[in-house]
């Protein structure tokens, strides 16, 4: 059985994961608004990661005979000044999951939860990849600047992700 403690700290996460995915189907629209597909796209594809992250935290909880809690969702922005600025919200986010992470990964041990933190053990390794992958966009937008040509080539390239 899953202690009261990890399971109220796995249902928050629950949340911050539909969260996520509810802030990232956000972005999606906003690159539909301004013609970018290929943003969309990713972003489309990375807010079914996170549901699916958040499908992790459910199973583990109600593997482990606890209760899992719904909460509400937060709702997140719906504008953002350039791709830049979203891609940079987009870092700062999984940035801000990665330490939500390691607080579950905290509490696991405290608990000496172990079958927690083998189930966590991953969201750290794939905290490190949301990370770069997002670090790694943030990169080339500020080097593309204001570059029309650069700009639709990585919508292109961003496209890929949902082939």
């Known amino acids: ?41 990713w972003m489309k594809v990375q807010a079914k990661e996170e549901y699916k992250h958040a499908m992790k935290f459910y199973e583990h909880i109600a593997d482990r005979l606890g209760t899992v809690t719904m909460k509400g969702i937060e709702q997140p922005k719906t504008a953002w000044k350039s791709p830049l600025d979203a891609f940079e919200e987009v870092f700062a986010h999984e940035q801000k999951v990665t330490s939500l992470i390691n607080k579950l990964v905290d509490i696991a041990a405290g608990e000496k939860d ?41 919508d292109r390239e961003l496209a890929k992700r949902g082939a």
């Open 1 to 41: 059985m899953i202690s009261k403690k990890m399971e109220k700290a796995i249902n928050e996460q629950i949340n911050a994961e539909l969260y996520s995915g509810y802030l990232y189907l956000s972005m999606a629209a906003y690159f539909d608004s301004i013609n970018l597909p290929g943003f969309s796209v």
């Open 114 to 154: 172990n079958a927690a933190s083998v189930m966590l053990n991953w969201f750290v390794n794939e905290q490190i990849e949301e990370e770069k992958s997002a670090d790694e966009i943030v990169q080339i937008l500020r080097r593309i600047k204001d570059s029309a040509q650069g700009l639709i080539m990585l």
